[in-house]
């Protein structure tokens, strides 16, 4: 059965829709949070007060300063862990707070 030419995939169609109703930043606000948890695992989450994305800015609320000064050494790394774990480059600076 051939494809008419104004049929797309449901996979298509559902990001044609998230996109055009602005929900897409909804899901990466989502992603990103749960991409934290999975990548720096139950120690860290378990520190972990809030998860922020503001464009390409991943700000993260952490309750230890020692914590936060120990993670600040490896902020490349970490955007690098996110975005392999979010499967596209949504991630580009990291402020922990």
């Known amino acids: 059965m051939a494809k008419k030419e104004n049929q797309q995939s ?11 109703n602005r929900l897409e930043e909804g899901l990466d606000q989502v992603r990103v949070a749960e991409a934290w ?12 007060r809030d998860v922020r994305l503001r ?3 991943l700000y993260v609320a952490l309750n ?15 955007i690098d862990l996110l975005n392999a774990e979010l499967g596209k480059e949504l991630v580009k600076t990291l402020r922990l707070q």
């Open 10 to 20: 449901l996979g298509d169609a559902l990001k044609s829709f998230l996109k055009g």
């Open 55 to 57: 464009g390409t800015t």
């Open 64 to 78: 230890s300063s020692v914590l936060r000064e120990e993670l600040s050494l490896g902020t490349s790394r970490i």
């Open 37 to 48: 948890a999975r990548a720096m695992g139950p120690g860290v989450a378990g520190y972990t």
